[in-house]
């Protein structure tokens, strides 16, 4: 079956810099990858997902790249803010999904 | 907008109890799913239901079962509690057939077993 992997498990950064969050999973045939933000206390939510058939895609701040070759996919966020502290979490499905141990990101204002 | 609910936010039982965790989904959505979420181990799949009395395994089914007799509701059942099933329980689900739909979560259920 998949196998996501997740890094780093913690990340903090300064207000106004760049995260950076990298997934990597194990099963070729995976064409879907979601990527959700889960703040304290709150259900996961999706904030952005790619398909196999695209190499990137952008949301205002946010943007997802993927590379099928390597079998990794990451996310990328611009400009952070302190909003932005959440855990992040990755997943990447065919028959079925399964999810990355998450990324505790906290933005220092 | 898609309306995930669960029963309990937080629930305290004892070892041996019987436990059911309710979800509510409001969207007519096909698929249903039951995860737990421990720190570090991410969101692992109990068990999840594409239809109606239709159920599959996920990766940690021991110890856990799971009803679906209407499309809106799927129950997670604790046949008998161990301290070791105290996590936090996310139901979601996704709109049609395939795994590749965008799952929504509800707001999860918060289970200690003393």
């Known amino acids: 079956g998949e196998n996501v992997e997740q890094h780093p498990s913690t990340l903090s950064v300064q207000e106004g810099d760049s995260a950076v969050i990298k997934c990597t999973y194990s099963d070729s045939a995976s064409n879907y990858f979601p990527w959700y933000k889960q703040e304290l206390g709150k259900r996961p939510q999706l904030i952005i997902d790619i398909r196999s058939n695209v190499g990137e895609k952008k949301d205002q701040r946010i943007a997802v790249t993927l590379n099928k070759t390597a079998k990794h996919f990451s996310l990328h966020i611009t400009e952070t803010q302190p909003e932005d502290s959440a855990v992040y979490f990755c997943?990447?499905?065919?028959?079925?999904?399964?999810f990355g141990a998450g990324t505790r990101l906290t933005v220092k204002p | 907008d898609v309306k995930v609910t669960q029963s309990s936010r937080y629930l305290v039982k004892r070892t041996g109890e019987k436990v059911f965790l309710e979800c509510v989904q409001d969207m007519d959505h096909e698929n249903m799913f039951w995860y737990r979420q421990d720190p570090g181990l991410g969101l692992r799949l109990i068990y999840f239901s594409y239809d109606v009395k239709m159920k599959e395994k996920g990766d940690i089914p021991e110890g856990y079962s799971v009803s679906r007799e209407k499309k809106e509701r799927f129950s997670l059942i604790l046949e008998s509690a161990s301290t070791n099933q105290t996590s936090m329980y996310l139901c979601?689900?996704?709109?049609?057939?395939?795994?590749?739909?965008?799952?929504?979560f509800g707001p999860g259920t918060r289970l200690t077993v003393l």
């Open positions: 979601a689900s996704s709109l049609g057939t395939s795994v590749t739909d965008t799952q929504y």
């Open positions: 997943a990447a499905s065919y028959n079925d999904m399964r």
